[in-house]
């Protein structure tokens, strides 16, 4: 394939400045890591640019091959259907323009070692300010974002428990913020009854935003009933090098013609257990309504990463990814799936 390529880096978006700042963040990085190419991002929804503006940047300085990347840890709807939707969309528009659309970060150890040290700097801070615990004495809850499509789900689920093995947790569990089950208040009310010093909350997430706060606000609600267990608030990934060499790694992959999302246990191909309907659904983007919105209704706030430190709230409603999308089989979970609340709803 030839190297003449531009790159575009592709986001959910949020309403969450902070979080929009973050991917940006990581777009310069791969600008700098990419010195010889052009560069942009974009994002699905409620932040600007949107993707379109990014492929239009890129075509305008003579671009006419690009590799999209998703900026997403998995690949659940955004990465199947609606990124894929927005870049034939624009493909078809623009038949001199080639796109060529690479693989999220999955599971990959660049990505395990990324959020193995994001843990073990809420431990290595937690234990200079309360003292150590020992690891067989505390346990890991990961959460995940939470989706429809279960393959995503076990992936959350697999980083934990490589996690908790690799770094030698007594116990892990899993939880997530939303759309699927367990959440997070639920995970932890379960995870105290085990008798665990110290649980460690790791929320795999790139970027903050509304729901990140969240799982630090519900793990501080659930805390304030055992003053006895330590609750350890570990960072997201965000900029990790690791991260970084990831994003790198889908480039060459495409490069090399390796860029193929595992499609195995895809809901949308396969008649995975409990969401036979969906097979076959046609790939669609529901996101063209709220292409673009803006983020000025919510703020990130820092948050101590030990139990004990106040902090602040987000000052938005989440999104509920209701429109358009088939309706997933266990929406009367007692354990889920609604979207985190924020405090007091």
């Not at 600008?31 to 492929?55: K, N, Q, S, Y």
């Not at 097979?279 to 996101?287: A, F, K, N, R, T």
Request: aromatic share 8%.
């Amino acid at each position: 394939m030839s190297e003449d390529f531009g790159i575009m880096v592709c986001g959910h978006g949020s309403r969450d400045e902070g979080a929009v700042r973050e991917f940006a963040v990581v777009a310069e990085a791969l600008r700098e890591r990419f010195a010889e190419r052009e560069v942009e991002h974009g994002f699905l929804e409620f932040a600007t640019p949107i993707i379109r503006e990014g492929l239009d940047k890129l075509v305008a300085r003579g671009v006419t091959r690009i590799f999209a990347l998703p900026g997403m840890l998995f690949a659940a709807g955004h990465a199947k259907n609606d990124i894929p939707s927005v870049l034939n969309t624009y493909a078809a528009q623009n038949p001199n323009v080639e796109i060529i659309y690479g693989r999220e970060l999955g599971i990959d150890l660049k990505m395990i070692r990324a959020a193995g040290d994001r843990v073990q700097e809420a431990i290595t801070q937690a234990n200079a300010e309360f003292g150590e615990v020992p690891m067989h004495e505390t346990m890991l809850l990961t959460v995940g974002r939470g989706a429809s499509d279960p393959d995503a789900n076990s992936n959350v689920a697999k980083v934990s428990r490589m996690l908790w093995e690799g770094m030698g947790f007594g116990w892990g569990e899993t939880a997530y913020s939303g759309v699927t089950f367990p959440l997070v208040q639920p995970g932890l009310e379960h995870a105290v009854k085990l008798g665990y010093r110290r649980i460690v909350i790791f929320p795999y997430f790139l970027f903050t935003g509304i729901l990140v706060n969240r799982i630090y606000d519900h793990t501080d609600m659930v805390a304030a009933n055992y003053p006895d267990i330590q609750f350890v608030k570990a960072p997201y990934l965000n900029d990790h090098p690791k991260v970084l060499e990831t994003f790198a790694d889908r480039v060459d992959e495409i490069l090399n013609g390796a860029n193929l999302m595992n499609c195995q246990m895809c809901k949308y191909r396969e008649q995975v257990l409990g969401f036979e309907a969906e097979v076959g659904l046609p790939q669609e983007s529901h996101h063209h309504h709220v292409e673009g919105i803006g983020t000025g209704a919510a703020h990130s706030h820092d948050h101590e990463h030990a139990h004990g430190e106040g902090h602040d709230h987000d000052h938005a409603h989440d999104h509920d990814h209701a429109h358009g999308h088939h309706p997933y089989p266990h929406a009367d979970h007692p354990h889920g799936p609604r979207t985190l609340p924020a405090e007091g709803d």
